[in-house]
């Protein structure tokens, strides 16, 4: 227990990556389970780490593990739990946690067992917390972990803090919203930097981001897809190529009988695979309206910005790059589906979105917002597109 705790008092101590600080005051106290679920690499063992320095410092009641530990091939969790509760340990702050087998199970027996453990565990996005999950059903709180907003981009290169804002607020007074901010700042000088690397908190480290991303990206598909959704490693070459072939034609329609030759699997697991790397916050998908998985998406986005610049050999659209940052901006919190006529977005069922690089030429239509690149300041229905990286 005590290599542990040195462990633990190490990480704690030198943690200095910025925090989602939102996301932490989101977590209901009350809560004696909580599942935190993120992509690889938006930072969710740095987000345990300042938990447990902000709440509890150096406090032995809190104890921070990592569940790729070896220690944990002979020895259970709940035994390690039970030592640590017997010992006064109060939070259990758990790494990794998919790694482990059986972990459900183990958990709903600490959770049983120990009346006054708070378990907080973090968990690749791929894993099904409530859906899935019926061992945990009822017990567990799930929160998902994003990487960083432009919002916060901007306030960690800025040093500001500007607070984020509804998208209905945006809206009605992206105006003067957007002139407060760029009295202070030029978002203009901030944005193309964001949008090349500015998601995954792993651009501050002083290694090469892109060689970085693409690690990441191919430990996403090698680790997190293939060991969740127990598919075969043999077939790990059949993902990254369906990846690749989404990426270069990212945003298109969804060809599944063509990406089903060009793969050599049948539709069905074309499909499969796709609900993988959407679940593992690879790709997003754009329905029509009334429309849903396991129908074949209207559309095929990559998750976000970083993602189209990390394929090197492809030249980065512009137009792509805009569209996969609004939507990838906006889908947290609401719904978005394929537009019509000349709009790519229906957002909330009733907003009509179009995404453009900049202010229309010709008639303006009312029925529509504008997500215009390269502007700062909006009027009416036009609306600077960085605009939208402050909903959160």
Known sequence: MESFYRTHKYLVEHVESPVKRDLMYQINKNSRLVGIKGSRGVGKTTFLLQYAKENY??????????????????????????????????????????????????????????????????????????????????????????????????????????????????????????????????????????????????????????????KNINMIMEVDILLIKQIELSYLPKVRRLMYLLSVQSPAPTNVSQLSKDIQISRATVMNYIKSLKDARLINMLYREGEEFPKKPAMVYMHNTNIIYSNRSVQVDAQAVRETFFYNTLHKDHRLNMGSKNAQFLVNREKLFRVQGSVPRSRINPNFYYAVDDLKVGSDNLIPLWLFGFVY
């Open 57 to 214: 410092g150096l406090d032995r009641s809190c104890l921070y593990i990592n569940l790729n530990n070896l220690y944990f091939t002979e020895h259970t969790l709940r035994e390690f739990a039970g030592r640590f509760y017997d010992q006064g340990g109060r939070v259990l702050l758990i790494d990794q946690v998919f790694k482990y087998p059986g972990w459900s199970e183990e958990l709903k027996y600490c959770y049983d067992h120990y009346p006054e453990l708070k378990i907080i565990f973090s968990g690749s996005s791929v894993m099904r917390l409530k859906e899935e999950n019926p061992v945990l059903a009822g017990l567990v709180d799930s929160y998902n972990l994003r990487g960083f907003s432009f919002r916060e981009y901007l306030n960690l290169m800025a040093s500001t803090q500007f607070p984020s804002y509804t998208l209905d607020d945006i809206i009605a007074h992206h105006k003067s919203i957007a002139q407060e901010i760029c009295s202070r700042v030029n978002p203009l000088d901030y944005f193309p930097g964001y949008l090349h690397h500015g998601y995954y908190p792993f651009f501050l480290d002083k290694a090469n981001f892109s060689e970085n991303l693409v």
